[in-house]
């Protein structure tokens, strides 16, 4: 009797053990180090007045994606209808093709981090009246961004400047949609090829990006040639 009463009280314990081990909170995770502190400082520390200096440096003729920017956009195959993401937008250089190529019934989200270029991007939205654009918040880690609200995101010489590369991939991948498409151009990171700027200021070549972006659980489709990229490549992904 006593072993068939030590028997019930077992099993009649068996759930609560299994509630209690269902529902023990799992163990914290750490935070993702910073690969280059404070690469994103000049941005965040920004003036209205420091928008000209950079509207200027980022969208002038001389520039590797304002000559190939529209080779850049062809690559990508935007549809009318797309919801697009285009992080680190900064000062709005691609906003109104992408605006133009998704059409009345498309989406464009143009994300930034500093406070004085969203500003500047609501103001070109405004102005413009690029009534489908979207300007959106991001923080150094996280793109501020819907659940699977996104067909295709692009990240145009903005990828060296995740501090935080893999937690920020991880938020990018939850806004993309299955099967969406995630395009990278960045500067090319040949020691000895390249200028010193680019040595010193991105910290990875693109080797070292693919295989960040793949271990973030992207699949690598391509690498395009896009004519009039010198300095820069192009490498696209998609979420499974």
Not at 98 to 123: E, F, I, W
Not at 161 to 179: C, I, M, N, V, W
Request: proline share 6%; glycine share 8%; charged share 20%.
């Amino acid at each position: 009797m006593a072993i068939h009463r030590y028997f019930i009280f077992s099993f009649a314990l068996l759930p609560l053990l299994g509630l209690a081990a269902c529902t023990a909170p799992a163990a914290p995770v750490a935070p993702e180090a910073s690969v280059k502190p404070g690469v994103n400082q000049p941005f965040l520390e920004a003036s209205d007045e420091d928008i000209q200096t950079f509207s200027n440096m980022f969208e002038g003729e001389s520039r590797d994606i304002s000559i190939a920017r529209d080779a850049i956009l062809a690559a990508m195959g935007i549809r009318p209808g797309m919801a697009i993401a285009d992080i680190g937008a900064g000062t709005g250089l691609f906003e109104p093709q992408l605006s133009s190529l998704v059409g009345d019934k498309g989406k464009v989200y143009a994300v930034d981090l500093a406070p004085a270029m969203l500003d500047h991007l609501r103001a070109r939205v405004a102005e413009d009246n690029l009534h489908n654009v979207e300007v959106v918040a991001c923080t150094e880690s996280e793109s501020g961004l819907a659940p699977n609200s996104v067909d295709l995101i692009f990240v145009c010489d903005t990828y060296h400047h995740f501090e935080y590369p893999q937690t920020t991939l991880a938020s990018l991948k939850d806004a993309l949609r299955p099967g969406g498409t995630l395009a990278i151009v960045d500067f090319e990171r040949i020691p000895g090829i390249s200028r010193q700027w680019i040595l010193d200021h991105v910290r990875a070549g693109k080797e070292v990006t693919r295989s960040e972006i793949e271990q973030a659980g992207f699949e690598f489709i391509d690498e395009p040639h896009v004519e009039g990229l010198s300095e820069n490549y192009m490498i696209l992904f998609r979420r499974p």
